[in-house]
């Protein structure tokens, strides 16, 4: 059994940050890629950024660019969202996923976390 576990959520202020954390537990494979999506009401899930086993490669959506950085430390088997200038278009639940490949496709991905809400207002 494999368990993803998001924290860090909260409500903040436009121009706000907040850190996500992100972390495994179980028999998972390694290395594997791990990946931020959100759901906003009413809405599909998105794609948000995802990062490589050891985070030289990453990946932003358009939205986020500049604005959010992901980040890993397998010393304690977490993957970090960082979000810094947080918009109220941000505001959505948060969901962490892990794969053997790095994609922006959900479907890729085996393992989800419960989620996190972020609420940004204005």
């Known amino acids: 059994q494999v368990y993803m576990v998001e924290s860090g959520g909260g409500s903040v202020q436009a121009g706000g940050s907040l850190r996500l954390s992100c972390a495994a537990s179980?028999?998972?494979?390694?290395?594997?890629?791990t990946s931020w999506f959100r759901q906003a009401p009413g809405k599909s899930r998105d794609f948000v950024a995802a990062?490589?086993?050891?985070?030289?490669?990453?990946r932003y959506a358009d939205s986020v660019k500049g604005r959010f950085t992901v980040s890993t430390d397998h010393t304690k088997n977490a993957v970090y969202l960082q979000m810094n200038n947080l918009k109220p278009e941000d505001t959505a639940v948060y969901y962490c996923?892990?794969?053997?490949?790095?994609?922006?496709?959900?479907?890729?991905?085996?393992?989800w976390g419960q989620g996190t809400q972020v609420t940004v207002s204005s």
């Open positions: 996923a892990a794969g053997r490949l790095m994609t922006t496709m959900q479907g890729q991905y085996s393992y």
């Open positions: 990062t490589n086993w050891s985070g030289s490669n990453t």
């Open positions: 179980g028999r998972i494979f390694t290395p594997y890629a």
